[in-house]
């Protein structure tokens, strides 16, 4: 280990960084609020921690009260039921049909909270956070060992940190949900069924059936924290059959089920569903169970059922969901985790191809089209996420497309000069990226990637509600998709529209029942000077100078919109953006008006035909 000293030395002290700002930063104060699923984790790590359960109390409310003044804002509950088992013919097989209880329980798998309540009962809400410094350690002393059995030393520490920090995965650092945590469950995994197939003499423990049941072991455990992983076991146990290692593909492939099915089988004995998702299902905003006498699970809370999810997306749709995974404005693979990306190319254009790292982009690939095709509507993790925070537990298995780099300076520059344009100030900022996870993509050289248009309605834009399904008179709904408009307003004279900002173009998606046959873009400068506006919709752009005060009417054809389909509704979106040359400051311009917005032009806009959404 000695040769080993200097990089392990560095990884060390990544780890004293990390583990001391984890247990030292405020993080109530710092996070202001919970964002995506971080109530329900954080309650139930807390419940697990000084209660011992996973049922919801008057107490977990008090408790998450004393550090966030909002309360647990997102948590997702459900009811308990009496178990009652009953053999089904559909998955999972064996079922409760017990009466509903009294009882709530957490409405999300409880692994990740368990491994989080020992550093929580220790270190506070603080503990989660060292949990995920331990795992980002072992990850990267696991990455290192891996990369330097076929590279020097130097190389093999410059790959691991690039591919793991030259990307969004250190923003999750500070999430309170289980998106670190499944990404290291599937690189250890990975690292302990693969470490043998580069290394000439591993320890004991990283070769022989002894480093394949524990992969299996910790691959069971991340398929029940996030089932979708379950294609992870297929390659390993595609590697012993074809090596014909009949019996141990079946012992490890035992073992994986053993872990899988106990999980699930736990949350059964507890909760009395097996799908921790399932049953009586809500979440809760604002008003929650316990908080007062006159409140409960009845009278409070949305009903948030994911045991029945949509999943027949037409292929049109799945075709531009395809390519929009990879290079898409808010979760592309190829821009918040471009090292992936880099790693595929390198791999693809390598000569030293084997067998286990074609097995492993099969699983990696195979696993991001059931994204796209299982939840099409939300393939990326909906309004509360940087990136796509479902692809966290695939990006780890491209580290494993590497083996020897000839080129390594290329890789690492390319990944690092990608990382500088579009995930550096999501990791400069990583708290305010998760409070407003889309505003980063609102700017700058995204906007120059096609924004995610199948996910219309779980953009994290979204988490902006002025930006979202907003209803205008003309029968459309309106996304906007920047911050270049003050959103939807009514200005006399003008009607219901929207101001545009001055010197800027403004991006907006018009959603509507039906195709329309063209676009009505009422354009009225209010510069006070001559502006030139220029109007693209699908079908194309015209640009036109007006003078201060004039009002031009654009009539372009609509074009070719983007189709839009859930649960076999479809509706047609129109992306449309309006650019001004110029503004003006009208407070600066009059004592009696008091609006300091700079404002370019004010537009209204008019399908044809009236779609009547």
């Known amino acids: 280990m000695t040769e080993h000293r200097g990089p392990l030395a560095i990884i060390a002290l990544l780890g004293v960084v990390l583990a001391g700002f984890a247990a030292t930063v405020d993080y109530p104060r710092a996070a202001g609020a919970f964002w995506s699923d971080a109530a329900t984790y954080y309650t139930m790590a807390h419940s697990i921690a000084f209660d011992g359960d996973i049922q919801f109390e008057r107490a977990d409310v008090e408790r998450v009260f004393q550090e966030f003044e909002h309360g647990p804002s997102g ?21 409760s049909v017990g009466p509903l209880t009294n009882r709530l329980y957490f409405g999300k798998a409880f692994i990740y909270s368990l491994a989080a309540a020992p550093f929580v009962r220790v270190f506070g809400t603080n503990g989660m956070l060292v949990l995920h410094a331990v795992l980002f350690v072992l990850v990267l002393l696991g990455g290192y060992f891996f990369a330097a059995a076929s590279n020097s030393r130097p190389v093999a520490l410059g790959y691991t940190l690039t591919f793991f920090f030259a990307s969004v995965v250190p923003a999750y650092f500070v999430w309170l949900t289980p998106e670190l945590f499944n990404l290291s469950l599937v690189f250890l995994g990975a690292f302990f069924w693969l470490y ?14 002894t480093s394949d049941v524990i992969a299996a072991s910790i691959w069971g455990t991340v398929t029940y924290s996030k089932p979708n992983n379950v294609l992870l076991i297929l390659p390993v146990l595609v590697l012993f059959a074809w090596r014909r290692q009949w019996l141990r593909g079946l012992k490890v492939g035992l073992v994986f089920s053993i872990f899988l099915c106990g999980l699930f089988f ?45 999943s027949h997306q037409p292929w049109d749709i799945i075709f531009h969901d395809l390519y929009l995974f990879y290079i898409g404005r808010f979760s592309g693979m190829a821009v918040y985790f471009f090292p992936a990306a880099a790693a595929l190319l390198l791999f693809l254009l390598g000569r030293d191809k084997r067998l286990y ?42 580290f494993f497309l590497i083996g020897t780099l000839s080129r390594p300076l290329a890789m690492m520059g390319a990944s690092w000069a990608a990382a500088s344009v579009f995930v550096t ?38 988490s902006d509600p002025r930006k979202f399904r907003q209803r205008f008179d003309e029968g459309f709904l309106g ?6 408009t003050w959103f939807r307003e009514r200005r006399s ?39 030139r506006v220029r109007v693209c919709v699908p079908s194309g752009c015209e640009s036109r100078d007006v003078a201060p005060g004039e009002k031009l009417i654009f009539e372009l054809p609509a074009g070719d919109p983007f189709p839009y389909e859930d649960f076999g509704h479809r509706t047609f979106c129109y992306r449309v953006t309006v650019g001004t040359s110029t503004g003006t400051i009208p407070k600066l311009e009059s004592r009696a008006n008091t609006d300091s917005r700079y404002l370019g032009a004010f537009v209204h806009i008019e399908p044809n035909p009236y779609p009547g959404i």
């Open 425 to 462: 100030a999501i990791l400069v900022a990583p708290f305010e990226a998760g409070r407003r996870p889309g505003e980063h993509a609102t700017v700058g050289a995204f906007k120059w990637l096609p924004p995610e248009l199948s996910m219309i309605n779980h953009l994290p834009t979204n």
């Open 357 to 398: 790292q074609w097995l492993v982009l099969a699983v990696a690939t195979g696993g991001g089209l059931l994204l796209v095709v299982w939840s099409p509507t939300n393939y990326f993790g909906g309004g509360g996420t940087l990136g796509n925070r479902y692809f966290m537990t695939l990006f780890p298995l491209y």
């Open 479 to 484: 996304y906007f998709l920047d911050n270049n």
């Open 266 to 310: 736990a949350n059964l004995l507890i909760t009395g569903d097996m799908n921790y998702q399932g049953g009586e299902r809500k979440t809760f905003s604002g008003t929650y169970p316990y908080q007062r006498g006159d409140l409960d699970f009845d009278n409070a809370g949305l009903s948030m059922r994911t045991d029945a999810i949509y």
């Open 75 to 95: 948590i997702f509950l459900k009811r308990g039921r009496e178990i009652d088992l009953s053999l089904t013919s559909g998955v999972p097989f064996l079922v």
């Open 196 to 209: 043998k197939e580069r290394a000439a003499s591993p320890p004991w423990f990283l070769r022989g059936l």
């Open 493 to 531: 004279p003008g009607g219901l529209g929207f101001h545009v900002r001055g010197d800027s173009v403004a991006e907006l998606v018009v959603r509507t029942r039906f195709e329309l046959d063209g676009l009505t873009v009422r354009v009225t400068n209010v510069a006070a000077r001559e502006n």
